[in-house]
């Protein structure tokens, strides 16, 4: 069984940089073909995609979050991290991991957007609160 969770501060100050962790037990986060990602959800809105890892290493962002947002990899743990820098209010979520999409992101989309939907995370972790307040 695929498990995903994960780990970091719940609450963090506006300009500083959000950092969580993802620890995945159950599958290989190098399995060939498979990808990682990071995904939030504010109050009152739906799951909105942060960025992925592919399992070589590659990462994919959200244009909207792309300037601010880096994933890593720690192989040697089978874990995988997202740091996103110069947060504000507006970054106040429940951050979830997970396992998807299907395909490389570029696939889901279009000069400006990108459109996963939420059925292509096969697995999530059971997220974790972050807020940004003073």
């Known amino acids: 069984q695929v498990l995903l969770q994960e780990s970091g501060p719940g609450l963090v100050k506006p300009s500083q940089t959000l950092s969580l962790t993802c620890t995945v037990s159950?599958?290989?986060?190098?399995?060939?073909?498979?990808?990682w990602s990071w995904i939030r959800q504010s109050p009152g809105k739906g799951l909105e995609w942060v960025g992925t890892?592919?399992?070589?290493?590659?990462?994919y962002y959200s244009p909207s979050l792309k300037s601010r947002a880096a994933i890593s990899r720690d192989t040697s743990k089978n874990q995988f991290s997202l740091q996103l820098s110069a947060v504000t209010p507006d970054d106040t979520a429940v951050y979830y991991c997970?396992?998807?999409?299907?395909?490389?992101?570029?696939?889901?989309?279009?000069?400006?957007?990108?459109?996963?939907?939420?059925?292509?995370?096969?697995?999530r972790g059971q997220g974790t609160q972050v807020t940004v307040s003073a």
């Open positions: 890892i592919a399992y070589e290493g590659t990462t």
């Open positions: 997970a396992r998807g999409p299907s395909y490389s992101p570029p696939y889901y989309c279009s000069d400006y957007e990108c459109n996963i939907p939420d059925s292509e995370y096969t697995r």
């Open positions: 159950g599958a290989s986060i190098t399995t060939s073909l498979s990808y």
